[in-house]
Structure formats: C-alpha cells, structure tokens
C-alpha cells in the first residue's frame, strides 16, 4: 500500500532517473491499472513516442473537448496510426448538456474556468477512478504552478499522479525530438507553442513564454488537471470559481 511517507522515500530516488526509467518503473509497478494522459501537441510528443517504445498498449487518454483545432484532430490521428497508439477519447458528462445548450460557442470565453472544468477536469476525475496510476507530461518550466509539483504525488482518494518530465525544460524536449526525428504539431511553425482549445489559444512570439498564448488576457493559466481543482469531486463546491449558475446541473446530478 503506497503512504505519504513510502512516497517521499520513492520520490527522492526517482528524482535522480531519466523519463524513460520513470516512465518503466510506474509500468512495472502499476500495469495494468496505469494511464498516460496526452494533449497530442508538440510538447506531449516524446512521451508519446517513449510510452510507444515502453508499453505501447498504454491507455492515453485524450480530452475530445469538442474545442480543438482541426490540425490537432489530423495530428492525433496520424500519431495513433503511426506508432499504433491506444488512445482513449474522453467526453464531458451528458448532465453539463442542458447547460451547455446555447452556450457552445460562447462558454470558452464567458467562463473558461467551468468550461475546463465540464470538459478537461470532471472526464480525467472519472477516467482515474479505474486506474492507480496517472503519467502526466507536465515540466516545472512550464507555469508557476507546475515549478511546486513532484515527480510523485499521492492524491487524496490514493490515486499517484507521476510527472517523468518534470526536471525537463524547453530545450530537453527540442534536443530529444531532434534525435527521434519527432515530428512537430502542425501549428507549432506558425507561432502556436502550446496548443489547447482554438477559442483560448493565440500564436505568440519566438522570443514569448511557451504558455503566453493560453487563455490570453483572461488571468488563466491552467486548465484544472494540476491544481487543487482536480481534487474535487463534488463541483457544487467550485462555485465560487465559476461565473454561470451551475445549480440547474447540481439539481440533475441529485436527481439520478
């Protein structure tokens, strides 16, 4: 049984070891009640490629927001294909539909912390239910939130969130597609370097912050997967972070 305390012990260690090692130790320990979870944008790519070469029949779960560009569809595709991936779709709960009924188009920029919530948050809750082990390809690089994470992190339901890439920065992951001859999103040459959602993601500067063109102007820098909103369960308790009445959802959650 993993405790706080075996954690910290394992932490330590693995601090030390490569992705790839990490990324063979969680499978070793956790198969098959393991997931990778993946954006398929240029920056997810060598976990991608080394989850193909460790276990390539891990499940990657991929957030269908119904929100993506087109390019990232192609691109999700062509991956899976290639590397014969076994990516898993995830889609918010049908509940969030009387919500959501004229809002399509405008929740993004309305409330895009309930948007990512309905979308991002709530599935990867319910896909985690079935598993003990979470890798995710977050860097501390990244954003100021992720600079705090650890490679290992128990969650409070037990669940191990393990982040391999977390020591690595920009130029790591550049340096290793360049050696794989990786291929890159179709947008990244076109100024989007981290890619969402088309209605919160913009093109930005060679010399910007790799996350400058997510959420722009809108004081938002993570979707909820890494913070303290992933651990709750019960959304009637994020009400104050949304901006639209959520009761109607609440009310049908009760109801069933």
Same mark, same amino acid.
């Given at each position: 049984?993993? &405790?706080?305390?075996?954690?910290?012990?394992?932490?330590?260690?693995?601090?030390?070891?490569?992705?790839?090692?990490?990324?063979?130790?969680?499978?070793?320990?956790? %198969?098959?009640?393991?997931?990778?979870?993946?954006?398929?944008?240029?920056?997810?790519?060598?976990?991608?490629?080394?989850?193909?070469?460790?276990?390539?029949?891990?499940?990657?779960?991929?957030?269908?927001?119904?929100?993506?560009?087109?390019? &990232?569809?192609?691109?999700?595709?062509?991956?899976?294909?290639?590397?014969?991936?076994?990516?898993?779709?995830?889609?918010?709960?049908?509940?969030?539909?009387?919500?959501?009924?004229?809002?399509?188009?405008?929740?993004?920029?309305?409330?895009?912390?309930?948007?990512?919530?309905?979308?991002?948050?709530?599935?990867?809750?319910?896909?985690?239910?079935?598993?003990?082990? %979470?890798?995710?390809?977050?860097?501390?690089?990244? &954003?100021?939130?992720?600079?705090?994470?650890?490679?290992?992190?128990?969650?409070?339901?037990?669940?191990?969130?393990?982040?391999?890439?977390?020591?690595?920065?920009?130029?790591?992951?550049?340096?290793?597609?360049?050696?794989?001859?990786?291929?890159?999103?179709?947008?990244?040459?076109? !100024?989007?370097?981290?890619?969402?959602?088309?209605?919160?993601?913009?093109?930005?500067?060679?010399?910007?912050?790799?996350?400058?063109?997510?959420?722009?102007?809108?004081?938002? &820098?993570?979707?909820?997967?890494?913070?303290?909103?992933?651990?709750?369960?019960?959304?009637?308790?994020?009400? !104050?972070?949304?901006?639209?009445?959520?009761?109607?959802?609440?009310?049908?959650?009760?109801?069933?």
């Amino acid at each position: 049984m993993l &405790t706080p305390s075996l954690i910290a012990d394992l932490a330590e260690e693995i601090e030390k070891r490569t992705p790839q090692e990490i990324i063979a130790w969680a499978v070793d320990t956790f %198969w098959p009640q393991i997931a990778v979870s993946s954006s398929f944008q240029t920056q997810s790519v060598p976990l991608l490629h080394m989850v193909s070469q460790i276990k390539r029949d891990m499940p990657i779960l991929f957030l269908d927001t119904g929100y993506h560009f087109w390019e &990232t569809s192609i691109f999700r595709e062509k991956l899976a294909s290639d590397w014969n991936l076994n990516v898993v779709d995830l889609y918010r709960d049908s509940r969030w539909d009387i919500l959501m009924r004229g809002r399509t188009r405008t929740l993004p920029v309305e409330d895009p912390n309930l948007c990512c919530f309905i979308h991002k948050v709530q599935p990867m809750q319910r896909a985690m239910q079935d598993v003990l082990a %979470w890798i995710s390809g977050i860097r501390r690089d990244q &954003t100021s939130v992720r600079a705090q994470a650890k490679i290992l992190e128990l969650q409070a339901d037990g669940l191990l969130k393990i982040n391999p890439f977390l020591n690595w920065v920009k130029a790591d992951i550049k340096r290793y597609a360049e050696e794989h001859n990786l291929p890159s999103h179709p947008l990244f040459e076109k !100024g989007y370097r981290s890619v969402g959602c088309a209605p919160c993601t913009v093109a930005i500067g060679v010399n910007d912050d790799e996350r400058a063109g997510r959420w722009q102007g809108r004081g938002k &820098t993570e979707c909820g997967l890494h913070t303290e909103m992933f651990n709750h369960k019960d959304f009637s308790k994020l009400r !104050g972070e949304f901006q639209i009445d959520i009761s109607p959802v609440e009310r049908r959650k009760k109801d069933r």
